[in-house]
């Protein structure tokens, strides 16, 4: 479009580039160390977590660092834009989940992260998937038991995560092997 009174031609330019920059902020935010919560995956199936020693300014500044290796000379958001996505089109939160995770999850994640193998790389990815739908089958089935009416049934819980303080573990397996040290 020509604006005669300006001698200025107008065009969309401006905002071709605004959505390159915002694909090229979505992309750098994937490409984020995120886990997820092996036991609440059921409340929250989607929620990833990213460590707790993590916060927006320092993500901001990988970022930055990020674009200076793999985008040179592409303009970078702002801090306060890169907040404003971070918050909310990702479900990613800093603090650890609540609960432990799952031993298993933790072996067969690192293991599918370090498979050269593709084969291989796809049979551990099958493995996890099996596993978790264990887990949820298992979590199902508990809150079908809680819910159950009948007097003659009686289901229990117990949590002892909370009841000894000890350093925070969120592996399953070392944090109640740590409960049982040898006094």
């Known amino acids: 479009m020509f604006l005669p009174w300006t001698n200025v031609a107008v065009t969309n330019r401006p905002e071709k580039s605004k959505e390159i920059r915002h694909s090229v902020l979505r992309d750098h935010i994937k490409s984020l160390q995120t886990v997820t919560c092996h036991y609440s995956r059921a409340r929250n199936p989607h929620r990833h977590y990213l460590e707790c020693n993590l916060t927006i300014p320092k993500l901001y500044q990988f970022y930055v660092e990020w674009m200076n290796v793999n985008h040179p ?101 070392a944090y109640y092997h740590r409960k049982f040290v040898d006094v």
Do not use: W
């Open 73 to 173: 000379g592409t303009e970078k958001v702002t801090q306060s834009y890169y907040h404003k996505t971070f918050t909310n089109e990702f479900n990613i939160a800093f603090h650890p989940p609540k609960s432990d995770t799952c031993s298993t999850c933790d072996k067969l994640t690192i293991s599918i992260k370090s498979a050269t193998d593709e084969a291989a790389r796809q049979h551990l990815q099958e493995q996890l998937r099996q596993h978790k739908a264990k887990a949820s089958e298992g979590q199902r089935l508990m809150k079908e038991k809680k819910e159950n009416k009948n007097n003659n049934v009686a289901v229990i819980c117990i949590d002892l995560q909370q009841t000894i303080p000890i350093p925070k573990l969120s592996t399953s397996v």
